[in-house]
């Protein structure tokens, strides 16, 4: 894909015309046909898509749905004074616990915390990995994002979806958003009053990096959001327009679509 037509593709993503929030009694049936549906996230550190929409996934995995949640790496590189090893081992047993909080499944993209890449065969690597789990729905960092392995599995995920998946509909989520996450401007919402304590709790299973920290500023996130949506809290997307068919607005209940 050349430069123009991958800045087409994100200026793409953003058009959109405001809609109302449907409500869930209203949703019975389109909950019904999202069983079935087979949801990948694509996070590249541990920790990331618990906080990042951890939310939806638990929606997602409450309807039914398989889950998998796809981390580029094993976070190698995150925890002070512990060598790569040793922090793999913590955090990928960090891992195991979040997920089994929100009810997902997990895998391991096999990057190195620090050091991704996006080379051709990186590329065609993670490529594979997706086609293999032949999701219909991909929830991906936003590719605008100051952390460079944020912006990489990003960049991955599109990549994969614009080359091999394209009938697969490709949102991206926020995390730290104003330090990390930037010029992000949702066009989907997820209502998450239901799921937000979960969440919390499947963030806060990665122990090591200390969310208490930093897990406030994704509270007023949620907040933000759902003031944004009309809703007590919320977690934004930003659908990739061209891609699939708007299978989170169209199957999630608790979305409101913005185009």
Known sequence: ????????????????????????????????????LR????GAHPDDPESGCGGTLRLYAEQGCKVTVVYLTRGEAGIRGRSATEAATTR???????CQVLGVEHTFAGQIDGATEITPERASDF????????????????PLDAHA??????????????????????????VYTGRQTLNFH??????IHSSREIKKRATFAHASQNPAE??????????????EAGVS?????????????????????????CG
Request: charged letters at 20%; one cysteine or more; hydrophobic letters at 45%.
């Open 214 to 227: 930093w897990y406030p500023h994704h509270e007023k996130m949620e907040q933000f959001r759902g003031a």
């Open 186 to 191: 949702p066009t989907d919402y997820v209502d």
């Open 92 to 98: 990928s047993a960090e891992c195991e616990a979040a």
């Open 127 to 142: 490529a594979k990995l997706l086609i293999k789990l032949t999701p219909d729905v991909v929830l991906a960092h936003w």
């Open 149 to 174: 392995d944020h912006a990489i599995a990003g960049n991955l995920a599109l990549r994969a979806c614009l080359s091999q998946l394209p009938e697969t509909s490709l949102y991206f989520f926020e």
């Open 1 to 36: 894909m050349d430069r123009r037509k991958f800045i087409n593709c994100l200026v793409s993503a953003t058009a959109g015309s405001t809609a109302a929030i449907p409500t869930l009694g209203a949703q019975t049936e389109a909950a019904s046909r999202s069983r079935g």
């Open 39 to 42: 949801v990948v996230c694509v």
């Open 233 to 257: 809290f919320a977690e934004g997307f930003v659908r990739l327009a061209h891609l699939g068919k708007g299978v989170v607005s169209r199957l999630l209940p608790p979305v409101r679509n």
